[in-house]
Nanobody, 126 residues
């Protein structure tokens, strides 16, 4: 069974930075494409970004592009989300997701991911 555990959330001031981690256990991490999603109160879960199995092709939502970096360390079974210049609208529960890689690119669709973590709360104070 694949398990995903996020960490690193908390309260951050607007303009600050955070780094979230997602540790995967249960199967070989390097076979998975990985994604980050977030869900704000009263809103649908939305795509933040993703990274393919090798780490060579990250992809980002327009809302975070330019201030966000997704990376992975396959030796540590861990994916990271580094987000800078945080805004109040970044406040949400952040989820990591995994699915077996089938090509060169990770997917931006929520339905493409079979495995999900429990989420970690990020609150940006203005």
């Amino acid at each position: 069974q694949v398990q995903l555990v996020e960490s690193g959330g908390g309260l951050v001031q607007a303009g600050g930075s955070l780094r979230l981690s997602c540790v995967v256990s249960g199967r070989t991490f390097s076979v998975y494409d990985m994604g980050w999603f977030r869900q704000a109160p009263g809103k649908e879960r939305e795509f933040v970004g993703c990274i393919n199995w090798s780490g060579s092709r990250p992809s980002y939502a327009d809302s975070v592009k330019g201030r966000t970096t997704i990376s992975r360390d396959n030796a540590k079974n861990t994916m990271y989300l580094q987000m800078n210049s945080l805004k109040s609208e970044d406040t949400a529960v952040y989820y990591c997701a995994a699915d077996q890689a089938t090509g060169h690119f990770c997917a931006g669709s929520r339905s493409a991911y079979a495995f999900w973590g429990q989420g970690t709360q990020v609150t940006v104070s203005s």
